[in-house]
């Protein structure tokens, strides 16, 4: 199931996809149903949702939590918003964008994606396809209280490409130069 919470009733509606990869805003699934937002608790099987776009501020994020099947989230309006830990046990999550908050800390982020990378190095490396279901393909986190350039989500396997944080991005590319120095840090280390 796609959902889309919002407070207006819009036709052909366009969503900002603010990926670098044209790979990730090809995998967006564009919402099917609309709910108001007084409605959010009344979601029958919140385990069946897997996108879900906020298109208006809501009191209470908290609802988030039981969609564990969840792979795409987009707030577009997250003045509410200054906490994750709504995203705590959202393993599956692939795409993450929050705009328009006061995120004071991505601790609850860093959280996930440390879970997330313990899911993905329990399983065997010869099942690829099951390993990049633990991958984010995006992370653009917009926030007035938070100011960092987004390296301390990077994580080798689990977050690898289209990390922006506010103005910061770090690419693909930006993560094969950071492996590429761990390894020879490493290869250092064994040498001496």
């Known amino acids: ?11 052909n509606r366009a969503y900002i996809l603010p990926w670098y990869n044209d790979g990730t805003c090809f995998n967006f699934k564009s919402p099917d149903t609309q709910i108001a937002p ?11 949702v897997k996108t879900l776009v906020i298109e208006c501020d809501l009191k ?3 609802f988030i939590r039981q ?40 601790e609850s982020l860093k959280k996930l994606i440390e879970r997330k990378y313990e899911i993905y190095e329990s399983i065997s490396k ?3 396809i ?6 984010f ?9 938070y100011d960092s350039d987004g390296t301390e989500l990077v ?11 506010n103005e910061h991005l770090i690419s693909y590319a930006y993560s094969l130069r950071k492996r590429r120095e761990e390894m020879a840090k490493k290869l250092e280390k064994g040498l001496r």
């Open 126 to 128: 010869d099942e690829i």
């Open 155 to 165: 994580k080798s396997g689990i977050c690898t490409d289209d990390i922006r944080i």
């Open 67 to 106: 969609m564990k099947n969840l792979t795409q989230l987009y707030i577009y309006t997250g003045t509410n918003i200054s906490d994750l830990s709504f995203l705590e046990g959202l393993e599956k999550l692939k795409q993450l964008c929050i705009l328009k908050s006061h995120i004071t800390s991505l």
């Open 60 to 62: 209470d994020y908290s």
């Open 38 to 48: 007084g409605k959010v608790n009344d979601i029958e099987n919140p385990l069946s």
């Open 130 to 135: 099951e390993r990049l279901k633990y991958q």
């Open 137 to 145: 393909e995006g992370i653009c986190i917009q926030s007035d209280a």
């Open 1 to 11: 199931m796609r959902i889309l919470i919002d407070d207006k009733e819009i036709e």
